[in-house]
C-alpha cells in the first residue's frame, strides 16, 4: 500500500509560480519506489482527470504533456521520497485540482489507469 500527499496549491495570478509536492510512503515490493512511476495529473468539473507530467523513479526519465513544456517541470528526491511539480508561467487554463499518482509497471505513463494509487488532490486557481 503507498499513500501520497499532495501540498503546495493555491490562488496566483497569471504569470506566476508554484511548487506542488507529492510525499509517497507505504509499503512497496522491494522496500522503495524502484520500479514505480509518479505522475501528475488534473482535473476541472465534469472533465475527464488529464495528464501532466510524470516520472521514472528508477532513472529519472520525464514525460510531459505538449501544453506544459517549458513551463512545467517534474523531479524526485529519493531520500526524501518526494516528487515535486515546478510550475512556472501559469496560465488561467491550468486551474485545476491536481493529483499526484503512483503506479508500478507503468508503460503508457499518460493513462490513469496504470497508476493504482492516488492522493487526495490540491487546488491550484490562475487568476487573469
Known amino acids: 500500500q503507498v499513500q501520497l500527499v499532495e501540498s503546495g496549491g493555491g490562488l496566483v495570478q497569471a504569470g506566476d509560480s508554484l511548487r506542488l509536492s507529492c510525499a509517497a510512503s507505504g509499503r512497496t515490493f522491494s522496500g522503495t519506489f524502484s520500479g514505480y512511476t509518479l505522475g501528475w495529473f488534473r482535473q476541472l468539473p465534469g472533465k475527464d482527470r488529464e495528464f501532466v507530467a510524470s516520472?521514472?523513479?528508477?532513472?529519472?526519465?520525464?514525460y510531459y504533456v505538449d501544453s506544459v513544456k517549458e513551463r512545467f517541470t517534474i523531479s524526485r528526491d529519493s531520500a526524501q521520497n518526494t516528487v515535486y511539480l515546478e510550475m512556472n508561467g501559469l496560465k488561467p487554463e491550468d486551474t485545476a485540482v491536481y493529483y499526484c499518482?503512483?503506479?508500478?509497471?507503468?508503460?503508457?505513463?499518460?493513462?490513469?489507469?496504470?497508476?493504482?494509487?492516488w492522493g487526495q488532490g490540491t487546488q491550484v486557481t490562475v487568476s487573469s
Open positions: 499518482a503512483a503506479g508500478r509497471g507503468v508503460i503508457v505513463t499518460s493513462l490513469n489507469t496504470e497508476y493504482s494509487y
Open positions: 516520472v521514472r523513479w528508477s532513472n529519472g526519465v520525464t
